[in-house]
């Protein structure tokens, strides 16, 4: 299954000149992404992590133009929570939006289908991603970059330390335009989008995104 699946919404979404959003979740642990690295010759290198399951939960958002929006709280997404991302989104980018994500349930949540009765479905359209695809949302690729890159054998201490260097990491990949592009040209989505996405985005440059938007 390819990108073709989603060439009916996404043409769509052209012709309306709505701004695609790939949407995700993903969770950022204290305990490090553990990378091949250089060291002495006979000196393996150690990381000294704390074992725990403590961790940032993250919701982001990727456009074809390689603009990432980004919210994190301890607790996991819920619906509530993830209707202040959509808010978050329709504040930043101006004019109709397409969210494309996956069919979790915090998706479906009643607290989300309400937010999309009440107004919100003027400008914002949500479209599920077939089922078991994680290679159709370029998401995917901005949380193995920041992991495995960004973060790659970075220990923290605790939680207000991880959140110091994911505002760092986060910082330096929205400047990495090609690499962000690249997470959704590697899902096989054609120029189309981008050059689109490029014209719409014009019109919003002059919105400074916040550095660092937390959710409530």
């Known amino acids: 299954m390819g990108a073709g699946a989603l060439a009916g919404p996404s043409s769509k979404a052209l012709s309306e000149r709505r701004t695609i959003v790939w949407v995700d979740e ?13 060291a002495p010759r006979g000196e393996t290198p150690i ?11 993250v919701i982001g958002g990727l456009t074809a133009a390689g603009r990432l929006l980004l919210q994190l709280q301890e607790q996991a997404f819920r619906g509530p929570g993830v209707v202040r991302f959509l808010q978050h ?13 996956d069919g979790a349930p915090i998706h479906r949540a009643q607290v989300v289908q309400d937010f999309l009765a009440a107004g919100a479905a003027a400008r914002l359209q949500l479209e599920p991603l077939p089922g078991y695809a994680p290679e159709l949302n370029p998401a995917e690729g901005v949380w193995r970059y920041l992991k495995h890159v960004e973060l790659r054998n970075v220990c923290c201490d605790d939680l207000p330390e ?55």
């Not at 989104?89 to 994500?101: E, F, H, S, T």
């Open 26 to 38: 993903s969770g950022f642990y204290l305990i490090p992404a553990v990378v091949r690295t250089y």
């Open 47 to 57: 990381l000294r992590a704390p074992l725990t399951r403590d961790h940032w939960s």
């Open 89 to 101: 989104l329709l504040r930043q980018i101006p004019g109709k939006l397409l969210v494309i994500w």
């Open 162 to 216: 991880l959140r110091g260097e994911l505002r760092l990491a986060v910082k330096r990949l929205r400047h990495k335009h090609d690499v962000l592009r690249g997470c959704v040209a590697q899902c096989g989505y054609g120029a189309s989008e981008a050059s689109q996405a490029d014209s719409l985005d014009s019109a919003s440059r002059h919105y400074r995104l916040p550095e660092w938007p937390d959710a409530a």
